[in-house]
DNA sequence: CATTTAATTGAACGTTCGTTCTAATTGAAC
DNA sequence: GTTCAATTAGAACGAACGTTCAATTAAATG
C-alpha cells in the first residue's frame, strides 16, 4: 500500500478544489481544473473522494468542522472566565466573530479562498451544501442564541434571534467581499485588519443588542 | 415587424432567467433550462440578449435599476421633509432597507426568485457581474453616507462607513436565506414580515450609530 | 397583393463537463 | 523475489453546455 504522499495529495486536492469552489463556485469550477491545480490526475480525486460532491462536502468539513469547534470552545472559555455570571454581549460577540475574522489574517493566496468559500456557502441554494452545515450551523447558533438570553433576559428571544441573524448576515459579508468593501469605501476600510474589523463590528452590534425592546418603530411598508 | 407578443416575450425571458439564476447560480443555470421556462426556442434568447452574459446584464438591470432608483428617491424625500435639518439615522436606515425589503412582500413565487438573485450577486466573484453593479452600487453607497456623516457629523468617517457596510451584509443575508432563518430559528423569524424586518433592523442598527465611537475596544486577534 | 423587414424556428456545431473503466505502477508483507 | 492490495494513470463515455446559422414564419410597408 504505497502511501508515499498520501495526505499531502489528499491535502493538496483539497486545497486545489478550496481555491476553485471559492473562486468559481460550485458549478462554475470543473475537476480538471482542480487537478490541474493539484498536479493530480483527473480518476484520482474520484477515488479518494467519490464524486464532485463529495469533494465539496469535503472541503466544507475541513475547513468548517474546525470552526465550529473553536467557535463552541472560544464561547465555552468565556463562560469560565465569567464564573457563573452571564458572559457580558461584546464577550459573546467577540466569539462569535473572532474565529472567522480569524481566517482573513490567513495568507494572502488562502484567504482569498476560504472567505470566499465561506460567502458562497451562505448563498448557495444546493439542498445538498445546505445539508452538510445545517447539522453543525444549528448548535452554534443554539449556544450562541442561550448565552445571549442569559446576558440579555429581559430582551425576547425572537428579538434576541434576529439580532444574531444581523450579525452574522455582517460577517458573511465581510468574509466574502473583503476586496469589494475595500474597493467601494476607497480604502477607509481595510477588512483585513481583523482586530479593526472586530472592535467596530463588537461596538456597533454590542450598542444594539443593549438598545433591545427600547425601540417601537412601525412603519408601513406598502 | 410583429410585435405579437414582443414585450410579453422578452419578459418572459428575463422572468425564467431571474428565476432560474437566483436557483441556480449563473454557471448553474442553463439557457436549455431558461427557455424551457419562458416557453421560448433557444435562438429567441440569442436573438434578443445576445449572450448569456446580455441575458444576465438585462436581468440585473431591469431589477436593480429601478430600486437605485427607488433609494436615491426614499432618501431624498426623507430629505426633502427635514427641511435643511439632517435626516435623522433612523430615518436613513429606512431609506436603505425599505425598497429592498418591500421585494420580500412579493407574491411567493416571484419572491424567492428576485431575493436570491439579490443575494447571489453579492457573492457573485465573477468580475462581469461585479462591474455591471458597480456604478449603480457607488452612487447609492455615497448618498447614504453622506446622510449620515450630516446627521452624525462626531463620528469619524471610516467608522461610518464600516457601519454601513455591516448593514448592507447583514439587508443581504436577510433577502438571500429567508427560508433559511426561518427554519434555523425554528420559525421565532418570519423574514416575508418586511415591516417586522425593518423594525428589527432599524431599532438594532440605529442604537449601533448612535453609539459610533464610544467603544475603544482592542482586542489581540492571535 | 407583393415586398421587405423583423421575429422565430429546428438542427447542428465544437467544446467541455462529470464520471467510469481498465491497465499500469507502487510499496509493503511473506 | 513473489504476492497482493492500494494507488495512479490514460483513455474514453455519453450528456449537456453555449452558441451559430440557414431556413421559415409573421407583421408592416408600398
Redesign the pocket.
Known sequence: ??????ES?QAKILDAAETAFADDGYNG?????IVRGAG?????V???FG???GLMEAVLKRRFGPLRQEHLEVLRQFEREAKGRPVSVEKILEAMLLPPLRLLAAPAAKRQAVTRLMGRIVTEPDAQTQEILHGQRSEVRAAFLKALRASLPKAPAADLQWRMEFVWGALAFILCNPRTIEVETHGACNPVDASKVLAEMVGFFSAGFRAVGISTLMVSVT
Open positions: 500500500m504505497p502511501k508515499r504522499a498520501k495529495r469550477a470543473s475537476m480538471r481544473d493530480v490526475n483527473l480518476a484520482t474520484y477515488y479518494y464524486s464532485k460532491n
